[in-house]
């Protein structure tokens, strides 16, 4: 779970409101699968450990729909938390705040200077 501040440091930035959103639900995303994998570094947790760890989740364990986009959201998550984390050299888990911030500014000064260019991974 992100803490207030740094709930407050998501808003300060200057990105657009859908951007900031987006950035929100990748660090929610993130702390999610650090709590799964019991550690914040290393790899990303497997998709079983994700899948076991949801079904223990009294929410997520009584609505099977959502048991499924979640597991699904949970795994495209990971996919741009590795994309993420291979441009910086570090692991996925290790990634914090202040680089997923740094990742999204990056992102929308690319866009801003060259529109045409294809986009990133696509935030959360």
């Keep these: 779970m992100l803490s207030p501040d ?3 440091e998501l808003e300060a930035t200057l990105l657009p ?3 900031r959103h987006h950035l929100r639900l990748l660090a ?8 799964i994998a019991g550690h ?3 790899g990303l947790p497997a998709a079983g450990a994700i899948e ?3 079904c223990q989740q009294p929410v997520i364990q009584d609505d099977p729909d959502f048991a499924r986009a979640f597991l699904n959201q949970m ?4 996919e741009q938390l590795a994309a993420i984390a291979a441009a910086t050299g570090r692991e996925p888990l290790a990634l914090d705040l202040a680089d997923l911030v740094h990742w999204a500014t ?3 000064d690319r866009r801003v200077r060259s529109p045409a260019a294809p986009p990133g991974p696509p935030p959360g």
């Design 6 to 8: 740094e709930l407050q």
């Design 17 to 19: 409101t859908l951007e």
């Design 28 to 35: 929610h995303g993130l702390r999610t699968l650090q709590a």
């Design 40 to 42: 914040p570094s290393g």
């Design 52 to 54: 076991a760890w949801a």
């Design 75 to 78: 795994g495209r998550v990971g």
């Design 106 to 108: 990056q992102e929308a």
